[in-house]
């Protein structure tokens, strides 16, 4: 699938909602070397903001209403430099957390 002119309206719609939600807080408090996973609790606040986005984004994926590759170029770019330091990590525990599933399909392969 290319991405279209309705993917990118979706994107920037998507980013409005995410920055009216408080996602850039919520990211910076997951992203930091201080968050432990391990403990860790759904019902936090910026831990539910994020999985609520990465739950709606990999659906609209899952269900082709939303482009894969432009979401990789979006999302997964912002986070690279962070992301590839952490990412034996980060796959070893969505592909684990069954939970997770939707939003692991997200991740970028090994071989991406």
């Known amino acids: 699938m290319t991405a279209t002119h309705d993917d990118?309206?979706?994107?920037?719609e998507l980013s409005k909602w995410g920055s009216m939600a408080g996602l850039d807080e919520a990211a910076r408090e997951i992203m930091?070397?201080?968050f432990d996973p391990?403990?860790?609790?759904?019902?936090?606040?910026n831990v539910s903001k994020m999985l609520m986005f990465?739950?709606?984004?990999?659906?609209?994926?899952?269900?082709?209403?939303?482009?894969?590759?432009l979401v990789y170029d979006w999302l997964w770019s912002k986070a690279r430099g962070r992301g590839l330091a952490q990412r034996p990590n980060v796959t070893a525990r969505s592909t684990e957390c069954r939970s997770?599933?939707?939003t692991?399909?997200?991740l970028p392969r090994a071989s991406d």
């Open 8 to 12: 990118a309206m979706l994107m920037v």
């Open 32 to 34: 930091s070397d201080d």
């Open 38 to 45: 391990e403990s860790a609790n759904a019902l936090d606040p």
């Open 54 to 69: 990465g739950e709606t984004i990999g659906t609209l994926v899952k269900h082709g209403l939303l482009d894969r590759e």
């Open 100 to 102: 997770c599933s939707r």
């Open 104 to 106: 692991s399909r997200l």
